[in-house]
């Protein structure tokens, strides 16, 4: 395939807020989750509250623009590819290095006695499970392979959709990422309940909006325009589909819930 140059420069600038949504991550993370969370990374003031919240706010779009730039690479499948191809090859490129990773991650760190023998045990138990207790940034993994099993799916449909069929999907994605709000403002909403929380649009939320995205992106728009219709999109979303505007979110909530007298280590728990 040929190297498609805007690409290199989308992952870079992903790359960048990664950096710079785990540094900003250290002044509010609880009291002992990193070495860098406690006195050192008080807020000392309004000014620094503000910037901490666009800081991290802008720098969430990192994780949806990794996810447009795998789709537009892969989604529709090769015409002549059959499923189980595209899965072999997809998961022989990433399932080796992952699994040698996180034995890596399950058993390297008893050697300077940050996790004991039993620890590395439960972790390496858990592998088929899940990633190991020191490799949180794994998670990341999981929703990559659920695209790559989806693709196969969505395919046929992206082979013959109309630009503006898929910008009704497209909006019906926008509208699933409003949920928390209406929630907030109106309660409970189109069919959540307390023994149901999948909303009308719950299969339209979540990482599939991306692809779709994604594809929308490389076929009706220009690569110019296409750059800034994904930051643009990401910039509006949470990583796991659940508000429209993350900086919004963070500048209210580190606004009218955090103390910044210096006298305490500001907690948030993000859901």
């Not at 589909?241 to 963070?250: D, I």
Request: aromatic share 20%.
């Amino acid at each position: 395939m040929k190297r498609i140059a805007f690409l290199d420069y989308v992952r870079v600038f992903a790359c960048f807020l990664v950096m710079l949504v785990h540094a900003s991550e250290n002044f509010y993370g609880a009291a002992g989750s990193t070495d860098m969370v406690g006195p050192q990374s008080f807020l000392q003031n309004e000014g620094d509250r503000l910037w901490v919240s666009v800081y991290d706010g802008f720098s969430r779009m990192s994780v949806p623009l990794f996810m447009i730039v795998s789709a537009y690479l892969l989604a529709p499948m090769k015409k002549g590819q059959s499923c189980w191809q595209f899965y072999r090859k997809r998961f022989l490129r990433i399932m080796p290095p992952f699994v040698f990773f996180m034995v890596l991650y399950s058993t390297l760190p008893m050697l300077w006695g940050q996790i004991d023998g039993e620890q590395s045990l439960n972790d390496l138990s858990r592998i088929w499970l899940n990633f190991p207790a020191l490799a949180g940034h794994f998670w990341f993994m999981y929703p990559l392979i659920s695209l790559y099993l989806f693709i196969p799916v969505i395919s046929p449909w992206l082979e013959k959709v109309s630009a503006k069929e898929e910008r009704f999907f497209i909006g019906l994605f926008l509208i699933s990422t409003c949920i928390p709000f209406l929630n907030r403002w109106f309660g409970e909403v189109w069919g959540q309940c307390f023994w149901n929380e999948y909303h009308m649009l719950w299969y339209f939320s979540g990482y599939l909006g991306y692809l779709v995205l994604a594809h929308y992106i490389r076929v009706h728009l220009t690569c110019v325009c296409g750059s800034v219709s994904c930051l643009c999109w990401s910039a509006r979303r949470l990583p796991y589909g659940r508000s429209m505007s993350r900086l919004f979110q963070e500048w209210f909530i580190l606004h009218r819930s955090l103390r910044w007298d210096g006298l305490s280590v500001p907690l948030i728990a993000w859901r």
